[in-house]
T-cell receptor
């Protein structure tokens, strides 16, 4: 069965520090998709990235970067020079054939607190 | 354009009552999802609608939960005989012409409290 583990429940950093949020997934499929979502205090989940299992190239978007390592079944998310506005709960998610590649299996989330 | 909207934003009910939660997806989106977010359980899939196909109900926790999607647009999640463990935030999401792998756009959620 598919599973997503975010071992870090809560991380606290000071503004301008770099921070990495870990995500480890389990699936029996060779084709699958990984996602990161941000949930700010307002509550609405915001899509950040989607990555398919055949694309291991790391991605950078501004201060955000993602490191996909199939060998360790990890899809970690790094925020460089964190800001107070980055404070949120971040969810990693997976879709595979078990869900018809439609619904998402989420990790339990990591709460990131960035203080000034 | 308008995003996914949900109503009510908050609902307080007494144990044993029925509740209805509404979701308006983004116009033109054929896929609609319901998830539940509760303390200790994280985000759990409940039910998925794709076009005119039979819904995927595999995530519904009990037969007290049901959902409809009328006219391929608005969806209503109904919880009958509510229990305290039903207290959670119920999130609705929609995605584009194909649900497969597409980005899901989430609504703000309905916070349900069962007393």
């Amino acid at each position: 069965a598919q599973k997503v583990t975010q071992a870090q429940t809560e991380i606290s950093v000071v503004e301008k520090e770099d921070v990495t949020l870990d995500c480890v997934y389990e699936t029996r499929d060779t084709t699958y998709y990984l996602f990161w979502y941000k949930q700010p205090p307002s509550g609405e989940l915001v899509f950040l990235i989607r990555r398919n299992s055949f694309d291991e190239q790391n991605e950078i978007s501004g201060r955000y970067s993602w490191n996909f390592q199939k060998s360790t079944s990890s899809f970690n998310f790094t925020i460089t020079a964190s800001q107070v506005v980055d404070s949120a709960v971040y969810f990693c998610a997976l879709s595979d054939s078990n869900s018809g590649y439609s619904t998402l299996t989420f990790g339990k989330g990591t709460m990131l607190l960035v203080s000034p | 354009g308008a995003g996914v909207s949900q109503s009510p934003s908050n609902k307080v009910t007494e144990k044993g009552k029925d509740v209805e939660l509404r979701c308006d997806p983004i116009s033109g989106h054929t896929a609609l999802y319901w998830y539940r977010q509760s303390l200790g359980q994280g985000l759990e899939f409940l039910i998925y609608f794709q076009g005119n196909s039979a819904p995927d109900k595999s995530g519904l926790p009990s037969d007290r939960f049901s959902a409809e999607r009328t006219g391929g647009s608005v969806s209503t999640l109904t919880i009958q005989r509510t229990q305290q463990e039903d207290s959670a935030v119920y999130l609705c999401a929609s995605s584009g012409t194909s649900g497969r792998n597409n980005e899901q756009f989430f609504g703000p959620g309905t916070r349900l409290t069962v007393l």
